[in-house]
């Protein structure tokens, strides 16, 4: 175990080499070019890739974002897939479109123009075009699709790393975490200096580099408007970045 202060290096698990995926927000094309880089260094035994989630919204392929992630690409490696908030909240829309309308507001609305959702609602709508909109992406949002969101892990843990979308509150245990906590958070974990029983791998919170320190690893580069998808590469105590432009 690692916390802040901690003398002992975080590991990843023994023999395997572990890739981490900031939030990828639509954009299809550095997804796809992602999936060529590890291809081409998959060279360790049971490589694995963990996407940290916000796979839609924001940019402009959402809907082509899930078909690569549905064709089992990167081959060779086991894949892992967690919730990110903006699937979170496409997830309450499907269920309650007028109750979860916020979701129009923080990419949903490009994320239902992708899926051919139209008329498409204005921000202000009203509750009949809402629940019209809610209808008509139930109607053409494709079963595996649905099934690949509804999969969607809440964290992983592997060696001495919790991966996870937006962070943890750091007063609760690991059970004791919420999905708002999980998949929300932003201040109350990155201020905090208190210790931790991991080094926690996270999204959410975009930066204009990588950050890393005894506490955490976040890894979003803000891709839909950077154009940089940031990875985080494990292997024993090493940890490196790489950009895909």
Request: glycine letters at 12%; aromatic letters at 10%; proline letters at 5%.
């Amino acid at each position: 175990m690692l916390g802040l202060g901690a003398k002992k290096s975080a590991r990843f698990a023994p023999g395997r080499v572990g890739y981490a995926v900031g939030d990828i927000h639509g954009r299809a094309d550095l997804l796809a070019r992602l999936f060529d880089r590890l291809e081409s260094e998959a060279r360790a035994s049971q490589p694995i890739v963990i996407f940290l989630g916000d796979y839609i919204d924001r940019g402009p392929n959402s809907r082509e974002v899930i078909e690569l992630l549905l064709t089992r690409r990167p081959e060779g490696f086991e894949r892992r897939y967690l919730m990110g908030n903006h699937e979170a909240a496409m997830l309450g829309f499907i269920a309650d479109p007028f109750a979860n309308r916020a979701w129009l507001n923080h990419g949903g609305l490009e994320t239902l123009g992708d899926y051919g959702v139209s008329p498409l609602p204005s921000l202000g709508a009203g509750s009949t075009q809402i629940e019209a909109a809610g209808a008509g992406f139930r109607a053409v949002l494709p079963d595996n699709h649905l099934g690949f969101f509804n999969q969607l892990e809440r964290y992983i843990v592997i060696g001495d790393y919790l991966f996870v979308h937006a962070g943890v509150d750091p007063q609760k245990r690991l059970e004791q975490q919420s999905d708002a906590d999980l998949f929300w958070i932003r201040k109350k974990f990155l201020e905090s200096d208190k210790k931790w029983p991991h080094v926690v791998v996270h999204g959410h919170t975009p930066s204009g580099k990588p950050h890393r320190d005894q506490r955490r690893i976040g890894i979003d580069t803000g891709a839909y408007f950077s154009g940089v998808l940031s990875v985080a590469r494990f292997e024993d105590e090493a940890v490196d970045f790489i950009e895909i432009s």
